[in-house]
């Protein structure tokens, strides 16, 4: 069991019916929410991840310089699509609880493009570098299960678990694979409130050191960071110990428990 899902549990144990007197977000639905394509789609990406220090989205000046940077490279190299994240502080304490290092130091902002070749992602990284001395860059498999759609003026509702991980080391890369694309996405849609799904297989380290195998970027509803019951899209008491028994078995069976990174970001999407 990951220390993530084991700090959850812990959570509820003391009263589990009072976790579950939810405080439902208009419109919520767990099962109309989780509903997701037959034919995910596959990308090319980079992944840059920064740590600046001090980074969070109520920082104006960092988020200005960022959507500005990402928005010039997104026009200059023809990038078909790029989404940049920043810490989350919307609710900074439950963001904070659901924190988890144990694999190298958390991001505080992520920038994901789409590329085409070899060309964009040098410029990519040289801009970034200059904006940084701690970059990190990630040539990726991209598959996007689920793409969140609740955005507002370019911002994405809620909050967004970046989550980085490795494979047991007794698991072979192919078995790794079919067990997380294959078998465990389903899974994670239908046991959680999540709104945006989206995979990230790692292939390169362009720049700096990484220390997981893969990547997942999930959305989540404000409320998850604090209320279990809304995380665990469950209804009652014994549905939230079903889909989290359920998560809990189904992440066991392809993801080192030691090499669990998450933190919390509020995600944006570069609009042209």
């Avoid at 995380?231 to 549905?239: I, L, P, R």
């Avoid at 066991?252 to 669990?260: E, G, L, N, V």
């Amino acid at each position: 069991m990951s220390s993530e899902w084991t700090m959850v549990a812990g959570a509820l144990a003391p009263d589990i019916s009072l976790l579950c007197a939810l405080d439902r977000i208009s419109g919520y639905d767990p099962i109309g929410d989780a509903m997701t394509t037959s034919e995910p789609a596959l990308y090319d990406s980079l992944i840059c991840l920064l740590n600046t220090g001090s980074a969070s989205d109520a920082d104006t000046h960092i988020k200005n310089e960022l959507k500005t940077r990402v928005a010039e490279l997104s026009q200059q190299l023809n990038i078909r699509h790029a989404h940049w994240a920043i810490s989350c502080v919307a609710d900074p304490a439950a963001a904070h609880h659901r924190r988890e290092s144990v694999a190298g130091e958390l991001p505080d902002v992520v920038a994901v493009f789409r590329i085409d070749s070899d060309q964009q992602i040098y410029a990519i990284v040289e801009a970034f570098t200059n904006m940084t001395s701690t970059l990190t860059a990630l040539r990726c498999r991209e598959r996007e299960v689920m793409s969140p759609d609740r955005i507002q003026s370019g911002r994405i509702d809620g909050s967004m678990q970046f989550c980085s991980f490795s494979r047991p080391a007794n698991q072979t890369h192919d078995e790794f694979m079919r067990i997380w694309w294959q078998e465990h996405t389903d899974v994670a849609i239908r046991t959680q409130s999540t709104f945006g799904y989206r995979q990230y297989e790692i292939l390169e380290v362009v720049s700096g050191t990484f220390y997981a195998d893969a990547i997942v970027e999930e959305h989540f509803p404000l409320e998850a960071l604090s209320n279990p019951a809304v995380y665990f899209a469950a209804a009652d008491a014994s549905e939230l110990k079903a889909h989290l028994d359920e998560m809990m078995a189904s992440c066991d069976r392809f993801i080192d428990p030691d090499s669990i990174n998450v933190v919390h970001m509020t995600e944006y999407v570069n609009q042209e």
